[in-house]
């Protein structure tokens, strides 16, 4: 009886798990364009979606959603239902746009959200500067 106990809370715990797979960290060129792909267990697939900024995920700030205008100034969001994957894309990428982002999935319950660090070089506006001269 004991066994048995412990392989159903097993099975609840892996039945608690939620699949949300992202980069943990991505580096574009300032100037440039960077797409992250997010994906997820097709089980959400009518979920709204959204991409959030800020070190830590309660607090993070909202930078676009699905359910809302896909594009918000440099940054839009497309969600491929069909197969689990939502793209964020931020173009032009400014040297102010390096923080911490969210992918995040909204539910009832607790979100389920994966962190990814993002990161912006210099290299093209070197290579630029090269090319200018």
Same mark, same amino acid.
């Given at each position: 009886?004991?066994?048995?106990?412990? &392989?159903?809370?097993?099975?609840?715990?892996?039945?608690? =798990? &939620?699949?949300?797979?992202?980069?943990?960290?991505?580096?574009?060129?300032?100037?440039?364009?960077?797409?992250?792909?997010?994906?997820?267990?097709?089980?959400?697939?009518?979920?709204?979606?959204?991409? =959030?900024?800020?070190?830590?995920?309660?607090? =993070?700030?909202?930078?676009?959603?699905?359910?809302?205008?896909?594009?918000?100034?440099?940054?839009?969001?497309?969600?491929?239902?069909? &197969?689990?994957?939502?793209?964020?894309?931020?173009?032009?990428?400014?040297?102010?746009?390096?923080?911490?982002?969210? =992918? &995040?999935?909204? /539910?009832?319950?607790?979100?389920?959200?994966?962190?990814?660090?993002? /990161?912006?070089?210099?290299?093209?506006?070197?290579?630029?500067?090269?090319?200018?001269?």
């Amino acid at each position: 009886m004991r066994t048995l106990m412990i &392989v159903l809370w097993l099975n609840k715990q892996r039945a608690g =798990c &939620v699949q949300l797979s992202a980069p943990e960290e991505v580096t574009g060129t300032r100037g440039g364009s960077l797409t992250v792909s997010c994906q997820y267990d097709l089980e959400f697939k009518d979920n709204p979606k959204y991409w =959030c900024r800020g070190s830590v995920y309660e607090l =993070c700030r909202i930078v676009v959603r699905t359910t809302k205008k896909h594009i918000n100034n440099r940054t839009f969001i497309a969600d491929d239902n069909r &197969v689990g994957i939502f793209n964020v894309t931020m173009s032009p990428l400014r040297k102010e746009d390096e923080n911490v982002y969210w =992918c &995040v999935i909204s /539910r009832s319950g607790r979100n389920v959200f994966q962190r990814v660090t993002l /990161r912006v070089s210099d290299a093209g506006m070197f290579l630029e500067t090269l090319n200018a001269s």
